[in-house]
């Protein structure tokens, strides 16, 4: 007690002595307290905003677009022939090696096979994040059954898979874009008049003369620059290398550059089929299943995807 009346004397003045004066008698270890407690200011609530998603951020055009670069650079125009797959060896990071067959050889499902593996080599050493690798296995990328990425590439309407865009889908890496909002370093499979296709990857917007364009323009856009490989067998007359799209409603226009004529323009995705690849951070991880409709693998049709463009 008499350590709370000496408390009680050194603040008696001040703010508690216009008080009514405190009973000793009343006085508890709760009440010094209270008194030597600061007042409790409002809850202040902090409202934090989240940042925007940039598009560079969500998408992997960029990767896609410098794995064209150096596919160009450094395998270009090897020679096209429709049973090769691969230009070279890809190494699957620590998994193992996809091999090539009938290297420096590839054709055009292959083709973009080939330039999502390079984008995936080109991100990791970049950002140092490999778990792009984890996400599907090694043999995703060499079967051919529903469960594997790679049957859906090569194009499986049993699958829902006419075109890469739709294998980047069915596998939550990837998102549709129709034809007018296409950007470069986008995924496009063409069906042609003549019943036969082709799976690239869209450079960008053309008009009649080949100039490329920046962005679509309804009033001059007649087809698109693409990267695929195409041609013939002999090198330095088939393989990687560019081509200049022409929707079959404008004919077949003269251009200085290769053209690939005949395109049929439709926006129906069995026929044009358009899409993206999303960064690896939004991949969903969703994956196809094996049903009764699905049980077969997919079987390339060699016939469909001939590799001859217009001016080849």
């Known amino acids: 007690m008499k350590l709370l009346a000496s408390l009680l004397l050194i603040f008696a003045g001040g703010a508690y002595a216009a008080e009514r004066p405190m009973q000793l008698e009343s006085v508890g270890l709760e009440n010094i307290s209270d008194m030597f407690m600061p007042p409790v200011s409002p809850a202040v609530s902090l409202l934090i905003k989240a940042e925007p998603v940039q598009p560079e951020e969500r998408y992997f055009n960029a990767y896609i677009l410098k794995a064209v670069d150096y596919l160009y650079s450094k395998y270009g125009l090897r020679g096209y022939d429709i049973n090769s797959i691969l230009t070279h060896d890809i190494k ?9 067959r009938h290297a420096p050889l590839t054709m055009c499902v292959a083709a973009q096979m080939e330039v999502i593996l390079t984008a995936y080599e080109i991100y ?3 950002t140092g994040d490999y778990s792009v ?3 599907l296995p090694k043999s ?3 079967g051919l059954s529903v469960t594997d990425i790679k049957g859906h590439i090569w194009v499986n309407p049993k699958f829902n898979a006419n075109g890469t865009a739709d294998a980047l889908i069915n596998f939550g890496m990837g998102e549709r874009r129709t034809f007018e909002n296409l950007k470069p370093g986008d995924f496009v499979n063409i ?4 019943k036969t296709g ?9 008009n009649s003369t080949g100039k490329v364009l920046p962005k679509y323009d309804p009033a001059s856009v007649v087809g698109f620059k693409y990267f695929s490989s195409q041609g013939l067998l002999a090198a330095g007359k088939g393989g990687f290398d560019y081509r200049y799209a022409v929707f079959s409603v404008f004919g077949c226009p003269e251009m200085p550059y290769k053209r690939d004529c005949n395109v049929i323009y439709s926006a ?3 026929m044009l089929n358009t899409g993206t690849m999303t960064s690896p951070k939004f991949w969903t991880h969703v994956a196809p299943k094996i049903d009764a409709d699905t049980a077969a693998d997919t079987v390339l049709n060699p016939d469909f995807f001939d590799g001859i463009t217009t001016d080849d």
């Open 92 to 100: 699957y990071h620590t998994y193992g090696v996809i091999p090539a």
């Open 124 to 126: 990791s050493r970049a």
């Open 133 to 135: 690798y984890a996400y």
């Open 140 to 142: 995703s990328f060499e």
């Open 191 to 194: 069906n042609r008049t003549t």
């Open 198 to 206: 082709h799976a690239v990857t869209f450079i960008a917007y053309i």
């Open 268 to 270: 129906d995705q069995k």
